[in-house]
């Protein structure tokens, strides 16, 4: 059966817009993101190292040195001064007496402790810099920012040639270059050594950690990082922080058994607790998940416990006992945006679009213009209802108010060109969707749609050409490999069908969606049935109407999967002969 969540996921292209994961939330509450931001006092850090080497007065038979070493006195003076620095303009002075104790004459052990003082005031200096800009919102950052970061970068780079020991200082040497313009292989390259110096200081350690892991893009080699550095200190933020991480990359076992370590030590870890239900409920373990929401209901604010209990019951398919859940804490908090996009999105599962829609616009009014982003999220939300419930006018013009906003907006465009597809209007979609792949050939979402459309038009040829350029790309895409599946399954077109291949597929699916999407269990009966095996054909397609009842994507196509189930019971293969058939 054809993955209809493929062509309908275009808000996939606003992940931190549309909904904020539980997970992200969770580690938030764990792990402040102050630590990013803070300014860092480095003159403690110097003066704190019994290692650093002291101006020598004297020669080894203890006599003055006074010829080879005139610029003494003024190395001393710059000592005190520094000593009593308060503001940059004072290091600025202590920094000229030191280079004018340099001028006068130094030499050998004083001119190498000369040279590290210097470097140790340059940090202090560049870190009152950077402090003054790294922890502020661009939009707030004064005019000059550009300049203080280009002087702090140069005093905390000169500082760092010299003093090799002092982790903070690279540690803002990266900040800095993560800012607008900045050089992020500079960023990525400072961070290397500031961890290379900084495994004896955890709250440094976890800082950098945290810092190279949000500069990996790849959440396989993020997850080998985070493996690695809690091996190397047993950190609670690293520790929930791999956990986030494999649970992002849908390796619920692995993630649950190192929240089952941690609870072993603090059974009434709230963090721990919260994450332990987000895996349960991802491997659709309801049992465990109630439990582990029994004990943290002795913990979260009954109203927060409440409705996570709605949110597992949906999970469950128990959608009329959620829905009182939610239409309770609608009257009690009417203001809450997200028991309102709650409601609305379990509105939206019932069909009753026009509930679900009065949820978005109260909503919106909410909102009003005081947060422009989140008004933005919520006017894409209801074109997706409006399109959903089929009304294609007035999601339009929504549609076209968007384009004024964001005229250059990617997702805003697959917005319009999912309405047309909903619309069945496949010509006006493609013509959209070619261009937009000339400027990012690169963008999987876009060839997704290119490929669900030329399928929706019959043109299985073309179709198959995208969906294995999707695939080799993200060999995980389950719906991409359902849908391919079923053309090789399926197509009228004797040149086009491929049994054996369309199994392959069809069986990767169904292991990547743990045998548990009806729509591909449909697909992997079309499969079998190609290559003759009506004997597992009808077994899988059985399978399919099983579990359709709970699939979202299925339950309201079930004449259709018993259709199939009939024609695999008289062993025959199924054909996708008209839209008629289209599931």
């Known amino acids: ?78 000592i005190e001064e520094k000593l009593k620095a308060t503001n940059e303009q004072d290091l600025n002075d202590v920094i000229a007496l030191a280079q004018r104790a340099k001028k006068e004459g130094l030499q050998a052990t004083n001119l190498k402790f000369c040279n590290e003082f210097i470097a140790s005031v340059q940090a202090q200096r560049g870190s009152w810099l950077a402090s003054r800009i790294i922890s502020k919102p661009v939009e707030q950052l004064p005019e000059s920012w550009k300049i203080i970061r280009t002087r702090a970068l140069n005093d905390l780079e000169a500082a760092a040639q010299i003093i090799k020991t002092l982790p903070k200082v690279f540690i803002q040497i990266a900040q800095l270059n993560l800012m607008p313009g900045g050089n992020i292989e500079k960023a990525k390259n400072a961070l290397n050594e500031a961890e290379s110096i900084c495994k004896n200081q955890p709250d440094l350690f976890v800082q950098v950690i945290v810092m190279k892991t949000m500069l990996e893009n790849d959440p396989v080699k993020r997850e080998e990082l985070l493996a690695k550095a809690t091996k190397e200190i047993e950190d609670q933020r690293l520790i929930f922080f791999h956990i986030v991480c494999l649970i992002d990359l ?23 607790l919260q994450l332990s239900l987000e895996v349960y409920r991802n491997l659709k373990q309801f049992t465990e998940a109630l439990a582990t929401l029994e004990k943290l209901e002795k913990i ?167 969906f294995e350029e999707v695939i080799k790309a993200d060999p ?54 190609e290559i003759g095996d009506f004997k597992k054909a009808i077994e899988f397609s059985q399978k399919s109407i099983d579990l359709s009842a709970n699939d979202p994507n299925v339950n309201e196509r079930i004449n259709a999967l018993k259709e199939e189930l009939e024609t695999y019971k008289k062993n025959m293969p199924y054909r996708e002969l008209s839209d008629d058939n289209k599931k």
């Not at 609305?344 to 009065?358: E, H, S, V």
């Not at 004024?404 to 979609?429: C, S, W």
């Open 300 to 466: 979260l604010s009954f109203d927060a416990a409440i409705l996570m209990r709605a949110k597992i019951y949906i999970d469950m398919g128990k959608r009329k006992e959620a829905m009182d859940i939610i239409d309770k804490l609608r009257v009690k908090l009417p203001n809450n945006i997200e028991i309102l996009l709650l409601h609305a999105t379990l509105a939206q599962d019932m069909k009753l679009f026009d509930k679900a829609i009065k949820d978005i616009d109260s909503a919106i009014d909410l909102v009003g213009n005081d947060n422009e982003q989140q008004l933005i999220t919520l006017k894409i939300f209801k074109v997706r209802l409006l399109t959903t419930a089929d009304k294609f006018n007035e999601a339009m013009q929504i549609l076209d108010e968007l384009d004024k906003r964001m005229p250059d907006d990617l997702g805003v465009k697959m917005l319009r060109i999912n309405a047309f597809h909903d619309q069945k209007k496949y010509k006006e979609a493609l013509e959209m969707v070619e261009p937009l792949l000339k400027d990012h050939q690169n963008n999987l979402a876009l060839l997704r749609l290119k490929g669900n459309i030329l399928m929706l038009m019959h043109r299985h040829s073309d179709a198959i050409k995208i």
């Open 250 to 272: 849908k390796k619920f076992d692995e993630s649950l058994s190192l929240l089952k370590k941690v609870l072993e030590k603090e059974p009434d870890n709230p963090q721990a």
């Open 1 to 78: 059966m054809i993955g209809i969540n493929s062509i309908e996921n275009v808000l996939k292209l606003y992940p931190n817009k549309e909904k904020m994961k539980l997970t992200t939330t969770i580690f938030l509450a764990a792990f402040s993101l102050s630590i990013f931001v803070s300014g860092l006092n480095f003159a403690q850090q110097v003066n704190d190292n019994d290692n650093e080497p002291k101006p020598a007065d004297t020669n080894k038979n203890g006599a003055e040195i006074t010829e080879d070493n005139p610029g003494l006195p003024l190395l001393d003076q710059a």
């Open 476 to 529: 995980t895409d389950e719906t991409t490999l359902n849908n391919l599946s079923w053309i090789l399954s399926t197509s009228p077109i004797d040149m086009v069908r491929n049994g054996k291949r369309a199994l392959e597929l069809a069986i990767r699916a169904c292991e990547l969606s743990d045998y548990k999407a009806a729509y591909i269990l449909s697909t992997l009966a079309a499969a079998y049935a």
